[in-house]
């Protein structure tokens, strides 16, 4: 064989066999390969040498998440441990804003139905959050929302979206007791830079109104988390820890559902308010607002449009009217002056005021609502017949001080400190009152129109229910409360009254139900001694009407009542706002006693049976525990 | 007649640099693909490896100057074979470059790898010239055009990129009139990723990936860089661990047994591992070098530097790419990644550097 290349290609010119000829560019081939790997290893220095914790964060990122373990909020609960606000479990869309890409931002929207502008706002608003935080972008999915999260949650789409179920508010239907509970939304920016709200973050659910905010802490619970190993397919592979959440606290109301629905449905149709307590304890059974709002449009997010129609609603749902509306309180007040006037000395057995339908005092004519006149009135057909010409004169003889003093003494013109946020304080006047305000003296002409509740005199359903709740048990008063077995109550205010003066107060508003002639009749209820009061209140001046300033509005209808009589359960006040007469607000609170006793009865009835068939031993469903033995156990407490 | 040829003659330390390196890749590869569907690739690796050593000791024994005689014929049965792929090939992720043999699917741009080697040496080699003049460069650019144009409409634009160094490292060698000229062709070979890296903007990239190879995500591409990185960086220096990388684990990694598979190996084995593996590659490029400053004639320089020049190449833009210094090019890192088609192909030019060097001991 040939070993010349030669021969190998035959008919081919042969060049010189010289390998070495190109040995220069070997050589620069040869450096050349040097820098190239040097080139390489100072990639490899770079990331693994000068900056790995860097790059051991970012795999860590990539396979460590944190999901929230949302904490339900606390059930409220009726007296009788009947769920008034249940939590429903449902998804949420959580996005987690370390790996967010902005362009995944308007399909993501689009996929969910969320307006996009409204969701960029909501991701900028959360811009000074730290990055591994989640936020939740949309409660309560769908099923065609979760498909389209499912579908869509893959890393080469969007691996930004994450799911986790939550517990979302569940109010009752037709915002019932809307203002009692009150309702949670997501906090505010305002909300966050106020005192009250410091321990939370944005994204936060928080009570918004009424007990779900001044009970928020302790119903709110705490959050848990999960920290879980997921692959390149957001599937998780390892549990690496769980903080589980704790669930938030029921809490029990004094709220009497049944009263609150029988109350509500009294109130249908008209504006107002009704406050139901029990006089003995300061236990709040029925507390009623109309008109009231959903307040499952709040639960989550409110939508804009919801929420500009409750502000832009001239009757103003969002008002609990409560204990936040101040109205002159009108011959419901009477009560509280005759006590006025029976413990100043001015009223004895033997006071007389005959009633012309009228009277001059201080050179002007004040009416009483009766033209024809009462006659010849004492202190008990003055109560009954709500003789306004009786009181103006009590009123100009024990002064506006005293009215002030007993007033206040009832709880009227201040805030009875309930368990609710925003009370409203109403005004009791006094000369050291205008002082203070006007930097006036007062003149005695003034104090004749507060005689009969009106004049600068405003107060809310509340403080009215409780005023009489008070009065009828003799001068003890309980402070209203919404909770249950609350730890840190006050004890009762005791008025330095004589039981006799509370007596002759008790026995008119007896009358006012009971009597021929008293306004009241319409809240009687056979077999139940029910104590009332009426009133009707301009909700203007006099003065004003008179001036023509301001357009004549309809009067507000007071109705206060308690009973029974003697041993009273429950103390009522209703407002209906333009009802026009008092005597016209009576069958709310008779609709509200009716619905209490025949409770009563009911209950009573049962445990006697109980109690038989608790004579023989027995298996079987015990009778729930009633309240009716209750009230006898706070009934010696409160004596 | 035909020479004997000893097995102690052929190139030991290439041998032991190359089965080094298979065995950290068979072992990457294992500790890659754990748990997945890939499971059983790390033996199958094994077993191309095998092949491999096979194939190189057969085209070891053939002598050189034979196979650089048939080099257009081989070059014909590329052309036809490429055609073949484009017309009846086997498509998957997109592009069409295997053609099926019952069991396996052979994907034939890499054997014609080997082709433009021995065309290029032959043709060179042929020359009678000193230099390669202006118009013998173009016929011979032509000639490697042709299939890189064919590989590109798979579409495949790394493998057809591979041809143009070996094309590059030839005409150098060869010497070339405007040597100017010349200096900014390997430049532009080696460097061009390198431009492409910090020059273009991406939306350029993209449009310019898009534009040459339509299969090729940008997105994707960005994906899988930044995932490589964090592998490489969470590496630091001693690594995690064989089978202890999460960013390979939990399959962050795109594909950790063959294209990124430098990127799995550096998160699990760090910068030692790292820097032990760049020198095995150095030392095998140099020990080729050296068989090509010992052949003994121009040919056989020619086919030694080739294939230098070409596992150069691969080096380079894959690793580069694993360390975000290269475009996503998705081209195999040699005797490392998964794939029988590119191991036996490398397997090939090994091969033909030891037929090379064996040439030395004939007479």
Known sequence: ?639 | MTHYRSIRDIDWPLMIYTLLICAMGILQIFSATRDTVWEDAWWKQALWVLAGFALMWGIACIDYHTLLGHAYVLYGISLGSLALVLAFGRQAFGSRRWIAFPGFHLQISEFVKTVIILLVARYLTDLKAERVEGRELLKLGGLVLVPMLLVMKQPDLGTALTYLPVLAIGVVLAGLRWQYLAVIAVVLVLVLPVGWNYVLKDYQKARLVTFLDPGQDPQGSGYQVIQSKIAVGAGGMWGKGVTQGSQTKYRFLPVPHTDFIFSAFSEEHGFLGVVVILVLYFVLLMQIVQNAQTAPDRSGMYVCMGVCALLLFHILVNIGMVVGRMPVTGIPLPLMSYGGSNILSFFVMLGLVNSVRLWRFVS
């Open chain 1, 1 to 639: 064989m040939p070993n010349n290349p030669d021969e190998r290609f035959p008919g081919k010119p042969v060049l010189r066999d010289d390998p070495k000829f190109a040995a220069g560019k070997i050589a620069f081939f040869q450096y050349a390969t040097v820098g190239i790997f040097l080139f390489l290893i100072s990639g490899f220095w770079d990331l693994q040498v000068r900056n790995p914790e860097f790059y051991n964060e970012a795999a860590e990122r990539n396979m460590i998440k944190s999901l929230p373990i949302l904490a339900p909020r606390g059930k409220l609960l009726d007296r009788d441990g009947r769920v008034i606000v249940d939590n429903h479990s449902s998804y949420s869309l959580i996005l987690s804003r370390e790996n967010l890409k902005q362009e995944h931002i308007r399909p993501i929207a689009e996929g969910l139905n969320i307006d996009y502008d409204r969701l960029a706002a909501r991701l900028k608003h959360f811009d000074a959050r730290p990055k591994y935080e989640p936020i939740i972008i949309k409660n309560e999915l769908t099923q065609a929302e979760l498909s389209f999260i499912e579908a869509h949650r893959d890393p080469e789409t969007f691996p930004e979206m994450e799911l986790i179920q939550a517990k979302h508010r569940l109010y009752p239907r037709g915002g019932l007791a809307a203002h009692v509970i009150g309702y949670v939304g997501e906090i505010s920016e305002s909300e966050l830079n106020s005192p009250e709200f410091i321990k939370y973050d944005q994204g936060d659910v928080i009570g918004k109104a009424g007990i779900e905010r001044q009970y928020n802490d302790s119903l709110m619970g705490v959050d848990g988390q999960r920290r879980v190993v997921v692959d390149n397919r957001g599937r998780e592979r390892e549990v690496l820890g769980v903080k589980e959440a704790i669930p938030g606290k029921d809490l029990q109301l004094t709220l009497d559902l049944d009263l609150q629905v029988v109350a509500e449905l009294a109130m249908q149709g008209r504006t107002g308010a009704v406050v139901a307590l029990d006089p003995r304890n300061g236990e709040v059974l029925a507390m009623v607002s109309t008109p009231a709002y959903d307040p499952n449009k709040f639960a989550g997010r409110i939508r804009a449009e919801d929420w500009k129609e409750l502000v832009k609603n001239p009757d103003n749902p969002l008002l609990d009217r409560a204990i936040q509306s101040q109205f002159a309180p009108g011959s419901t007040f009477k009560p509280v002056m005759a006590l006025a006037g029976l413990e100043s000395g001015v009223v004895d057995d033997n006071f007389h005021i005959h009633c012309p339908g009228g009277a001059s005092f201080y050179g002007r004519y004040f009416k009483c609502w009766q033209k024809k006149g009462h006659g010849n009135v004492d202190l008990h057909k003055g109560i009954v017949q709500s003789c306004d010409v009786f009181f103006y004169n009590v009123g100009n003889r024990i002064g506006i001080d005293k009215i002030a003093e007993y007033a206040t003494m009832a709880g009227l013109g201040q805030k009875t400190g309930i368990d609710l946020p925003n009370e409203a304080q109403g005004v009791v006047p006094s000369s050291a009152w205008k002082m203070r305000n006007f930097r006036q003296k007062w003149y005695a002409g003034e104090t004749i129109s507060v005689s009969i509740g009106q004049g600068a005199l405003t107060v809310t359903p509340l403080q009215m229910a409780s005023a009489i709740g008070g009065l009828a048990m003799g001068g003890v008063w309980y402070k209203p409360h919404l909770v249950k077995n609350a730890k840190d109550l006050p004890p009762p205010h005791v008025g330095k009254i004589d039981p006799a003066n509370a007596m002759k107060v008790i026995q008119g508003m007896y009358g006012v139900v009971n009597e021929a002639g008293g306004t009241g009749g319409r809240a009687r209820l056979p077999g139940i001694r029910v104590c009332g009061k009426t009133g009707s209140a301009q909700r203007i001046s006099n003065e004003l009407a008179k001036s023509g300033g301001g357009h004549q509005m309809k009067d507000n209808a007071w109705f206060v009542a308690f009973a029974p009589c003697e041993a009273p359960e429950i103390a009522i006040a209703t407002l209906w706002e333009g009802g026009e007469h008092g005597m016209l607000a009576a069958p709310i609170a008779r609709d509200v006693l009716t619905a209490y006793f025949d409770k009563k009865a009911r209950l009573q009835r049962a445990q006697a049976v109980g109690e038989m068939k608790n004579g023989v031993p027995q298996i079987g469903p015990t009778p729930p525990e009633t309240p009716a033995s209750e009230p006898a156990a706070t009934e010696e407490a409160g004596d």
